[in-house]
């Protein structure tokens, strides 16, 4: 199986620019998350979503949006890129939040901001 | 507010014994856990821990105690691999996860 696969691993925008981050997952888990990581924070969760067509806000959802068209992709739209953007995002899915809720994460990928 | 607290960074020797300790203060409790994150890599699973007490998983171990909001990971006959940063979690009462910044281990020949 190939789990959670991102793309792109590496991109560098220019502010202003646009781009969505590609997630998807062979696992048939219903909960997939979009995280950010900073040099030195904990992971802050940007979206949610509990299935298809469903999805929600996380701690720091400004300046990106999802959507769930699948229970295999979950896409982050970055609109209007600024240098605060400029973190490595992780991709990751649950079957379920209760019990063990083990998280798989994707690879990640490294944005930068310019 | 929410907060998961653990030490920046640790260093130890090949072979040791070394306890990185993780406390929490957050709107309910479900679930404790203990990631591993390589440099330049994605988390990975290592333990979990709802109830009080020892969970023993190889050379890896991790105890939580819910009255004290405390938890540690112990890690025996370190090896260089596990030079990593681990990574403490938090399930809260909306099974939303709140993320510590994560242990930096440095093992030393």
């Known amino acids: 199986n190939a789990g959670v696969t991102q793309t792109p691993k590496f991109r560098i925008l220019k502010i202003g620019q646009s781009m969505t981050l590609q997630c998807t997952q062979d696992?048939?888990?219903?909960?997939m998350y979009w995280y950010r990581q900073d040099p030195g924070m904990g992971l802050k969760l940007i979206y949610y979503?509990?299935?298809?067509?469903?999805?929600d806000k996380g701690e720091v959802p400004n300046g990106y949006n999802v959507s769930r068209s699948t229970t295999e992709d979950f896409p982050l739209r970055l609109e209007l890129a600024a240098p605060s953007q400029t973190s490595v995002y992780f991709c990751?899915?649950?079957?379920?939040?209760?019990?063990?809720?083990?998280?798989?994460f994707g690879e990640g990928s490294r944005l930068t901001v310019l | 507010g929410q907060n998961i607290d653990q030490p920046t960074e640790m260093t130890a020797t090949e072979g040791a014994i070394v306890q990185i300790n993780c406390t929490y203060q957050?709107?309910?409790?479900?679930?404790l856990f203990w990631y591993q994150q390589h440099a330049g890599e994605a988390p990975t699973f290592l333990s979990y821990?709802?109830l009080d007490g020892l969970e023993e998983k190889g050379r890896f171990s991790s105890f939580l105690s819910r009255s004290k909001g405390y938890s540690y990971l112990l890690l025996k006959e370190l090896q260089m691999k596990d030079s990593a940063s681990y990574l403490c979690?938090?399930?809260?009462?909306?099974?939303?996860?709140?993320w510590g910044a994560g242990t930096k281990l440095i093992i030393k020949p």
């Open positions: 990751a899915s649950n079957l379920e939040t209760g019990d063990t809720g083990e998280l798989f």
């Open positions: 696992m048939n888990h219903n909960y």
């Open positions: 979503s509990v299935g298809a067509g469903i999805t």
């Open positions: 957050t709107s309910g409790f479900n679930g």
């Open positions: 821990n709802v």
């Open positions: 979690a938090v399930t809260d009462s909306n099974y939303q996860l709140i």
